[in-house]
């Protein structure tokens, strides 16, 4: 299984990005995706999560309406984008991949950055 996070870079206060996380190595469409975060000195936090078929997701209280998880099964892709991005929002992110099986599988991450 292999989960690799792109998008992640330097943005101003109010910005937006949209991360992406190519996977392989396994059925795609049968694994439940999430997008973790971690930032200094604090635990690792679930921030967004998604279905297999992509019909029911969740998020962390403090994403709500900012933002959006979704999946294209045809691509092996998940996806985060993030609006009105703010300094606390700064962290690695990470892909997670998991559900048919026993085992949990997390990507390398990708560093956020909000600041002025």
């Known amino acids: 299984v292999q989960l690799v996070e792109s998008g992640g870079g330097l943005v101003q206060p109010g910005g937006s990005l949209r991360l992406s996380c190519a996977a392989s190595?396994?059925?795609?469409?049968?694994?439940?995706m999430r997008w973790y975060r971690q930032a200094p000195g604090k635990e690792r936090e679930l921030v967004a999560a998604?279905?297999?078929?992509?019909?029911?997701?969740n998020y962390a209280d403090s994403v709500k309406g900012r933002f959006t998880i979704s999946r294209d099964n045809a691509k092996n892709t998940v996806y985060l984008q993030m609006i009105s991005l703010k300094p606390e929002d700064t962290a690695v992110y990470y892909c997670y991949a998991g559900g048919w099986s026993k085992a949990d599988y997390w990507g390398q991450g990708t560093q956020v950055t909000v600041s002025s």
């Open positions: 190595g396994f059925t795609f469409s049968s694994g439940v």
């Open positions: 998604i279905s297999t078929g992509g019909g029911s997701t």
